[in-house]
C-alpha cells in the first residue's frame, strides 16, 4: 500500500484481489495506516536520540583522553573520531616524508563492532626486528566512523594532510576502495599511489576462483 494513496482505491484494489481475506472497512486501512506512521515516527526518534547519546558520550572524552584529536558532528549521522598521540604522528612524519620515505599505507578495518576504523600504517625504520629482519609496521592516525562516504573520508585524510604539509612527497599504499581513494587523491595531491600488495593479491585469488581455478592455485598466490 503506497503511503500517500486514497482508502478508498486502497480497499477497491484489496476486494478485486481477494474479497474473503480484504478488510471489512475503510477504517481498518486508516487503522493500519495509522500504526505504519506511528511506528516510523517512533523509529526515527530512537534513531535520532541514538546519535544523541553518541555525541554526548564522545564529547565528554574530548578534553579528557589525551589521544583524541577531532571529533567531527554532522547532522543526522554518527561523530567521527579521530584519535592519535603526538608521538605516532611525528614518528610517521619523520619515516615517510621524501622519495625514500616508508609507503604510507591506509586500510580499513572490519568486524571491529558496528563501526569501522581506518588506519594510517608506515614501517618505522628506526627500528628493526629481531625475527624477520625487516623494520617493524606501525599505526599512526585512526578514524573511527559509522560509513565510508567518500566526504567522510576526505574529513579524515584533509586533517592528517594538514599534519605533512601540503607538498610534502609521500607514497601512498592503499586498496581500491573508490570513495577512498578519490578522497585520497584529494587531500594529497603531491603523493604517489600505490595499490597495496596484500589487495593485489586478494584480487588475484577471487579472480581465478571466480574463474574456476582450483584450490592449489589460489594458495600458489604467496
Given at each position: 500500500?503506497a503511503?500517500?494513496?486514497k482508502?478508498s482505491?486502497?480497499?477497491t484494489?484489496l476486494m478485486e484481489?481477494?474479497?474473503?481475506?480484504?478488510p471489512?472497512s475503510?477504517?481498518?486501512?486508516?487503522d493500519?495506516?495509522?500504526?505504519y506512521?506511528k511506528g516510523k515516527r517512533?523509529?526515527n526518534?530512537n534513531?535520532?536520540?541514538?546519535?544523541?547519546d553518541?555525541?554526548v558520550s564522545?564529547l565528554?572524552?574530548?578534553?579528557i583522553?589525551?589521544?583524541?584529536?577531532?571529533?567531527?558532528?554532522?547532522k543526522?549521522?554518527?561523530?567521527?573520531?579521530i584519535?592519535?598521540s603526538?608521538?605516532?604522528v611525528d614518528?610517521?612524519i619523520r619515516?615517510?616524508e621524501?622519495d625514500d620515505?616508508?609507503?604510507?599505507?591506509?586500510?580499513r578495518t572490519?568486524?571491529l563492532?558496528n563501526?569501522?576504523?581506518t588506519v594510517f600504517?608506515y614501517?618505522n625504520r628506526?627500528?628493526?626486528?629481531?625475527?624477520?629482519?625487516d623494520f617493524?609496521?606501525?599505526?599512526?592516525?585512526?578514524?573511527?566512523?559509522?560509513?565510508?562516504?567518500?566526504?567522510?573520508?576526505?574529513?579524515?585524510?584533509?586533517?592528517?594532510?594538514?599534519?605533512?604539509?601540503q607538498?610534502?612527497q609521500?607514497?601512498?599504499g592503499s586498496d581500491?576502495?573508490?570513495?577512498?581513494t578519490?578522497?585520497?587523491?584529494?587531500?594529497?595531491?603531491?603523493a604517489n599511489f600505490l595499490l597495496?600488495t596484500?589487495?593485489?593479491?586478494?584480487?588475484?585469488?577471487?579472480h581465478?576462483q571466480?574463474?574456476g581455478a582450483?584450490?592449489?592455485?589460489?594458495?600458489?598466490i604467496?
Amino acid at each position: 500500500m503506497a503511503e500517500h494513496e486514497k482508502v478508498s482505491n486502497v480497499m477497491t484494489k484489496l476486494m478485486e484481489d481477494n474479497s474473503f481475506t480484504a478488510p471489512k472497512s475503510t477504517r481498518q486501512i486508516n487503522d493500519k495506516r495509522f500504526r505504519y506512521r506511528k511506528g516510523k515516527r517512533e523509529e526515527n526518534m530512537n534513531s535520532r536520540i541514538n546519535i544523541a547519546d553518541d555525541v554526548v558520550s564522545v564529547l565528554s572524552e574530548l578534553h579528557i583522553n589525551p589521544v583524541i584529536q577531532e571529533i567531527i558532528l554532522t547532522k543526522h549521522k554518527k561523530p567521527v573520531v579521530i584519535v592519535y598521540s603526538n608521538q605516532q604522528v611525528d614518528d610517521m612524519i619523520r619515516n615517510c616524508e621524501g622519495d625514500d620515505g616508508s609507503v604510507l599505507g591506509v586500510d580499513r578495518t572490519f568486524n571491529l563492532g558496528n563501526f569501522y576504523v581506518t588506519v594510517f600504517s608506515y614501517k618505522n625504520r628506526c627500528l628493526k626486528s629481531n625475527r624477520t629482519k625487516d623494520f617493524p609496521v606501525m599505526f599512526g592516525p585512526c578514524m573511527i566512523h559509522f560509513d565510508s562516504e567518500e566526504e567522510t573520508y576526505g574529513k579524515f585524510f584533509s586533517h592528517v594532510s594538514d599534519r605533512f604539509g601540503q607538498k610534502t612527497q609521500l607514497t601512498i599504499g592503499s586498496d581500491e576502495e573508490k570513495s577512498m581513494t578519490n578522497a585520497l587523491k584529494a587531500k594529497f595531491p603531491h603523493a604517489n599511489f600505490l595499490l597495496c600488495t596484500k589487495h593485489i593479491h586478494d584480487n588475484i585469488r577471487r579472480h581465478l576462483q571466480e574463474n574456476g581455478a582450483g584450490v592449489q592455485a589460489r594458495k600458489g598466490i604467496p
